[in-house]
């Protein structure tokens, strides 16, 4: 009878890679509470992130590999330890591992809709998640959040409200319905400090910050009070939005902030007999990506119902779960997820903010 040794699993886990990081998972020290009792081994697979697309993968690979050495039963635990960016973020009081910013050039992308969900799809995983609504001139999450109102403050501190397991905060909670907000860039730089400093936002795996659209003062605010670990780039497949939207990319290298990617919004209908209509064109956001050398995310699909799901406060990822929409969303939100695990374990593209 073959002895299953602790040296023998993990030799045979040093040879599983973590597809994202490629590396190996005992390098990695992603085994954890590995024991063995006769044939039976059972171990956990600590993965950089709740919403890792490629889990199936890692723990069927991790089994096979130690069942080849004659373990049976063998039993695989995923867990998730979200790593921290390394970044200083004085203001936030409560650690937030990754500040993700998500911008668009200009406006009607379905930015703040691709924000939400890409919020809950994290939230639905594990993972702590909160959402900023940056947005200072027209804050719309609370609305699409479902969440229309905020907690009292306590001890002279903002209580976030909560939907779906996401934080939020909103312009939307602090001023009167339909009132306007007419404010220059310093009343706008204190509002965002604000939202930072002043906020009961707890330890978040997750901060995801919808910015208002354009190149102004708001991404400039942000950037210069809260190191970002990187910017996600909403774009529409038609021309004059990848214009803008490039403009938007450019604006955020300047300011070293690392580019996690591009998601291609409304970018076709599917239609009854199941074709697809290209409404705004095809395939600009993938080729803007590959124009500006950053990963293409992914394509999110015209969908009546996320138009509903925003109107209703239920994201259709929420709403309508297996619907083409909630599923691009959710794969998007996996791929952000895995290249912000790259970018904190590995430090490439790891920003300094440096604005005068």
Avoid at 6 to 19: G, T, Y
Avoid at 125 to 133: E, F, I, N, Q
Avoid at 294 to 312: K, W, Y
Wanted: net charge negative.
């Amino acid at each position: 009878m073959t002895t299953i040794t602790r040296d023998a699993v993990l030799a045979a886990l040093s040879k599983v890679q973590e597809p994202e990081l490629h590396q190996d998972l005992v390098t990695l020290g992603m085994v954890r509470d590995l024991s063995i009792e006769g044939k039976a081994v059972r171990f956990t697979v600590m993965l950089t992130t709740p919403a890792c697309p490629l889990r199936g993968r890692i723990e069927k690979e991790a089994r096979e590999a130690v069942e080849a050495l004659g373990a049976s039963p063998v039993t695989v635990k995923l867990d998730s330890d979200v790593p921290n960016d390394g970044r200083m973020r004085g203001l936030v009081t409560a650690p937030v591992k990754n500040a993700i910013a998500v911008a668009s050039g200009k406006g009607g992308v379905g930015k703040s809709t691709v924000s939400v969900n890409l919020a809950v799809a994290l939230a639905q995983s594990g993972a702590r998640v909160g959402l900023m609504d940056a947005d200072i001139y027209g804050p719309n999450l609370p609305t699409m959040m479902g969440a229309p109102r905020m907690p009292n403050p306590r001890e002279n501190r903002l209580i976030p409200a909560e939907s779906y397991g996401v934080k939020i905060m909103s312009m939307g909670y602090l001023v009167k319905p339909g009132q306007p907000l007419i404010w220059r860039g310093p009343m706008l730089n204190s509002a965002i400090r604000q939202f930072l400093g002043d906020v009961e936002w707890g330890e978040l795996d997750y901060l995801i910050i919808d910015l208002p659209p354009g190149t102004g003062d708001a991404p400039l605010s942000l950037a210069q009070a809260l190191p970002l670990s990187g910017v996600v780039i909403v774009t529409l497949p038609q021309q004059v939005s990848l214009e803008d939207a490039s403009r938007g990319l450019e604006m955020f290298r300047q300011l070293d902030v690392p580019i996690l990617g591009v998601i291609e919004n409304m970018s076709y209908l599917t239609l009854p007999d199941g074709s697809k209509m290209d409404v705004f064109g095809q395939g600009g956001g993938e080729k803007m990506a590959q124009h500006y050398g950053v990963p293409f995310l992914g394509a999110i699909p015209m969908n009546p119902s996320v138009r509903v799901g925003g109107d209703n406060g239920k994201p259709i990822i929420i709403a309508e779960p297996q619907s083409d929409a909630a599923q691009a969303l959710k794969a998007a939100a996996e791929a952000v997820a895995a290249r912000m695990s790259v970018l904190a374990l590995t430090g490439n593209d790891a920003p300094t903010i440096n604005i005068v």
